[in-house]
């Protein structure tokens, strides 16, 4: 079964970059164009994995990524933000991975597998 | 007779009718020769000690008694005293008495009080700090106090008769008029005050001096000469100087803190241009990412033979080159990281270089490198060293155009880890030198000029030091010191 990836982010056009080549690579995708959007798709479906934006209107990655994490903390959350000033704070350190926006997605392809792997081991 | 009375020391003058003057003895001719009017009564003025009721004009009529004593002094002159003798009417004169007036001697010096007081008078002058020098009418030296002795090194037997301009004028005053100049003073006003020139010394050491100047009369109230007072001031000129000085010292302090105020200024409006920039950085992120990624996408939908295929691949490329860019600028407007932790500068040095493999090895860069084993961690935050360390290999391995050797050493000293990376390249011309870490200076093609601006202020931030030494055509080297010390580099 493909695994099912959230991906959460206010700009439309990240949405589609993301949706179309996640799903090149064989996943599912799910889209989300907020906070509050995401935690109820999640409430309803099982995901197996988070790309999560940090910088939206109203609620915050940073904060959505603690509720995520309140509902089920065994689900991989990787922020993605065009910020690295995130990095440093305590609060994005609970988040599996963080990696900064590009144009090239290798790095981000590379932390899903790489995430969805150790989870298919355990 | 009248011969002996022309020449007598004292004065004599000779009056009839009502005080017309007919006849001064030589003393007096002079003087009287510049008083206004031509009788008694103009020229003598009676003093008031010792002929309370006389008034010169009583001398037109009457006559006083014959015999009679009277003191006058000679208008415009010191007091000098005068017996008024009357004599009887005469057969020459048409009947009207004559009058002589012949001048007391000075008392002799019996007087104790006065004399104990020109004996201190002339101690005090002896011994003043300033050099007193009298001259007589033809400007010979004839006093000479203790002071003009050390002001100028002379004893006063060896300038005693001696022309003083000869002796302390120097050359240069001589030739600028300086003694015309003093002359004319004398003539206009009688005296010179505050008058500054140079005088010479025995030693040829010139004096920079103030000269008081005024007129010497003898006992008598004849010209005799001039006192001249020289007050050394080069003490003055020398605090007056110290004091232009510490003036000037002044202005450029205020002038100082003046261009740092404009610089604090403008350091607000660069972190104002700072926050903005990153706002625009980021803002600029997202687009980028979108254009790359779905040219990425399209990359692999189109044949690679097909045109638009390369013209994606340019898009990409510029991509990424926007991307750099705008990384840049967040590296260099972020703020300061605090989290250090104990890092290996050997290991970070491999990791860096792993990354430049690649154009090492197509620019045909031989890697040296000469680690010191052993080398103590350093409180570091190794993402950002890792930043300084690769801008420096970027830089040293893009010098070298035509391959060359890549040197890379670290060193421990006594407090500190010395890392140097050194090229074979081009090297910095010297104009260039000073520029190398100022912000957006750049001699590439398309960098962001960042580069060491950056690494500058994160070896700053860690406390440490970073200088370079460069050579055009042999190389450059660049030296980066970090304190071993947590305290040093927090």
Redesign the interface.
């Known amino acids: 079964m493909k695994p099912t990836i959230l991906v959460v982010d206010d700009?439309r056009?990240?949405r589609?970059?993301y949706e179309?080549?996640l799903r090149?690579e064989g996943y599912d995708v799910v889209l989300a164009a907020d906070a509050r959007e995401a935690l109820g798709i999640i409430e309803k479906r099982k995901m197996d994995l988070v790309v999560l934006d940090i910088?939206m209107p109203g609620m915050d990655g940073i904060e959505a990524l603690g509720q995520i994490l309140a509902k089920n903390s065994a689900i991989p959350v990787i922020l993605n933000s065009?910020?690295?000033?995130y990095k440093?704070s305590f609060l994005s350190w609970s988040a599996d991975a963080y990696v900064?926006?590009?144009?090239?997605?290798t790095e981000l392809k590379a932390k899903i597998r790489s995430l969805l792997d150790a989870r298919s081991e355990r | 007779m009248t011969e002996i009375a022309r020449r007598a020391a004292v004065g004599i003058v000779l009056a009839e009718g009502p005080g017309d003057l007919i006849w001064a003895s030589d003393e007096l001719r002079e003087v009287l020769k510049g008083a206004p009017g031509g009788t008694l009564a103009s020229i003598l003025v009676p003093e008031p000690k010792g002929s309370p009721s006389t008034t010169a004009s009583s001398l037109d009529s009457p006559w006083p008694p014959p015999g009679e004593e009277r003191t006058f002094r000679i208008y415009g002159e010191r007091p000098r005293t005068f017996i008024l003798v009357t004599l009887p009417r005469h057969e020459r004169t048409g009947g009207s008495p004559i009058a002589i007036l012949v001048e007391r001697p000075a008392a002799p010096a019996d007087d104790v009080q006065g004399r104990e007081r020109e004996i201190y008078f002339e101690r005090a002058v002896m011994d003043a700090a300033d050099a007193f020098v009298s001259l007589d009418n033809e400007g010979h030296i004839r006093g000479w106090n203790d002071g003009a002795r050390r002001m100028f090194g002379y004893t006063a037997e060896e300038v005693y008769g001696r022309a003083y301009d000869e002796i302390l004028v120097p050359d240069p005053e001589r030739r600028s008029g300086d003694l015309e100049r003093i002359n004319g003073l004398m003539l206009r006003n009688g005296f010179v005050r505050g008058y500054e020139t140079l005088r010479v010394g025995r030693d040829g050491r010139m004096i920079p001096v103030e000269l008081t100047i005024t007129r010497l009369f003898d006992e008598t109230g004849r010209l005799a000469g001039r006192s001249v007072v020289y007050r050394d001031i080069s003490e003055r000129l020398r605090l007056e100087a110290a004091l232009r000085r510490t003036v000037e010292e002044l202005k450029e302090a205020n002038q100082n803190i003046r261009r740092d105020q404009q610089r604090l200024l403008a350091l607000e409006k660069l972190s104002a241009i700072g926050e903005m920039s990153a706002r625009v950085a980021?803002e600029i992120?997202?687009?980028?990412?979108?254009?790359?990624?779905?040219?990425?996408?399209l990359l692999?939908e189109i044949p690679e033979d097909a045109p638009a295929h390369r013209y994606l691949e340019i898009i990409?490329e510029e991509?990424?080159r926007l991307?750099a860019i705008v990384?840049e600028i967040?590296e260099y407007v972020?703020?300061a990281?605090t989290?250090l932790d104990l890092c290996d500068m050997n290991e970070i040095l491999h990791s860096t270089l792993r990354s430049f493999v690649e154009e090492t090895t197509r620019r045909g860069v031989e890697v040296n490198w000469r680690l010191q084993e052993g080398l103590p961690a350093i409180p570091a935050n190794r993402y950002q060293i890792q930043q300084v360390f690769s801008n420096l290999m970027q830089n040293a391995v893009q010098a070298m155009q035509d391959g060359g050797v890549l040197t890379v050493t670290t060193e421990a000293g006594v407090n500190h880890v010395r890392i140097s990376i050194a090229d074979t390249g081009a090297g910095i011309p010297e104009y260039n030198r000073r520029q190398i870490f100022k912000p957006f200076f750049t001699t590439k093609a398309s960098g962001s000029g960042l580069g060491l601006a950056i690494a500058s202020q994160i070896v700053a931030q860690h406390n440490g030091t970073m200088s370079f030494e460069s050579a055009e055509g042999r190389g450059t080297t660049f030296d980066v010191r970090l304190p071993l010390s947590r305290e040093a580099a927090a």
Request: glycine share 4%; charged share 35%.
């Open positions: 700009e056009n990240i589609l970059l179309k080549e090149e910088k065009a910020y690295s000033s440093d900064i926006k590009s144009s090239d997605l | 980021h992120r997202t687009p980028l990412v979108t254009i790359g990624g779905f040219a990425n996408t692999r990409r991509v990424r991307e990384s967040l972020r703020p990281r989290d």
